[in-house]
């Protein structure tokens, strides 16, 4: 009789233990199913927003397709609907000058040398706006600090900046552009609390006074204020200019 016990609760025991690891090994595999449901939600987001887009980052799809999707270990399940709309977001890009946010500057040559928009070319003779007359926005030359900023009412995520040269063609004494620049960023714009964006990099800008620059950041800028600090020019501080940031759109 013992035996026959000893051997039923050897039975038993084994049974258990089968059972244990079956349960174990059970919700291991789902979690990894979970895991890989997660990801491939992630990837479908990317694959539909951004077609054709493979071997990327995140961020890197989102430099290249404007989309943001959150990481994989954010997701509370794998629900594909529920990943786009939590988790994923599609943006356009907008100029800060035709949305109208603020500008200022630390000087400015005279009233007519405030013409900063990108488009203005200071032809002459037609009716434009005396501060167009000149074709940029002219730093003032005895100006020991020239910046020129964008000062929104709310945080933007910054991207990019965009500079052109002075857009008359008569320029006197010469063609003009700023030749290279770093940006700042603030909240508040007191001193004190600026921060340099991309290390304090210095960004090369224009070689001549008409062809559009673009300077990509490394990464964005989440601030209300945007500053450019001129570095070089050609002959006078002078340019056009324009700053991008995202903007959401929901899906």
Same mark, same amino acid.
């Not at 694959?47 to 404007?66: H, Q």
């Given at each position: 009789?013992?035996?026959?016990?000893?051997?039923?609760?050897?039975?038993?025991?084994?049974?258990?233990?089968?059972?244990?690891?079956?349960?174990?090994?059970?919700?291991?595999?789902?979690?990894?199913?979970?895991?890989?449901?997660?990801?491939?939600?992630?990837?479908?987001?990317?694959? &539909?927003?951004? #077609? @054709?887009?493979?071997? +990327?980052?995140?961020?890197?799809? %989102?430099?290249?397709?404007?989309?943001?999707? =959150?990481?994989?270990?954010?997701?509370?399940?794998?629900?594909?609907?529920?990943?786009?709309?939590?988790?994923?977001?599609?943006?356009?890009?907008?100029?800060?000058?035709?949305?109208?946010?603020?500008?200022?500057?630390?000087?400015?040559?005279?009233?007519?040398?405030?013409?900063?928009?990108?488009?203005?070319?200071?032809?002459?003779?037609?009716?434009?706006?005396?501060?167009?007359?000149?074709?940029?926005?002219?730093?003032?030359?005895?100006?020991?600090?020239?910046?020129?900023?964008?000062?929104?009412?709310?945080?933007?995520?910054?991207?990019?900046?965009?500079?052109?040269?002075?857009?008359?063609? &008569?320029?006197? #004494? @010469?063609?003009?552009? +700023?030749?290279?620049?770093?940006? %700042?960023?603030?909240?508040?714009?007191?001193? =004190?609390?600026?921060?340099?964006?991309?290390?304090?990099?210095?960004?090369?800008?224009?070689?001549?006074?008409?062809?559009?620059?673009?300077?990509?950041?490394?990464?964005?800028?989440?601030?209300?204020?945007?500053?450019?600090?001129?570095?070089?020019?050609?002959?006078?501080?002078?340019?056009?200019?324009?700053?991008?940031?995202?903007?959401?759109?929901?899906?």
């Amino acid at each position: 009789m013992i035996s026959k016990l000893f051997v039923f609760g050897l039975l038993v025991s084994a049974a258990f233990s089968q059972s244990s690891t079956t349960a174990a090994v059970s919700s291991q595999t789902g979690s990894d199913a979970k895991q890989q449901q997660q990801r491939k939600s992630v990837d479908d987001c990317i694959a &539909d927003r951004c #077609p @054709g887009l493979t071997g +990327v980052t995140l961020d890197e799809c %989102r430099m290249k397709c404007n989309i943001i999707c =959150g990481p994989a270990a954010n997701l509370a399940d794998g629900n594909l609907e529920q990943v786009r709309n939590n988790y994923c977001r599609k943006t356009k890009l907008l100029n800060a000058t035709k949305f109208g946010i603020q500008v200022a500057w630390s000087s400015s040559w005279s009233p007519a040398s405030l013409g900063y928009q990108l488009e203005n070319n200071g032809l002459k003779g037609e009716a434009v706006p005396l501060n167009y007359l000149l074709g940029a926005w002219i730093a003032h030359q005895e100006d020991p600090d020239k910046w020129f900023e964008f000062r929104s009412e709310t945080i933007r995520e910054w991207v990019a900046i965009v500079t052109k040269g002075r857009g008359s063609n &008569d320029s006197w #004494p @010469g063609p003009q552009w +700023v030749k290279s620049y770093q940006v %700042r960023w603030s909240n508040t714009g007191e001193e =004190g609390d600026w921060y340099d964006v991309d290390k304090g990099k210095v960004f090369n800008a224009n070689t001549d006074n008409n062809t559009p620059v673009r300077n990509n950041f490394e990464n964005t800028v989440h601030a209300r204020i945007l500053r450019i600090a001129i570095k070089q020019c050609n002959i006078y501080c002078s340019m056009r200019v324009d700053a991008l940031f995202l903007s959401l759109i929901h899906i």
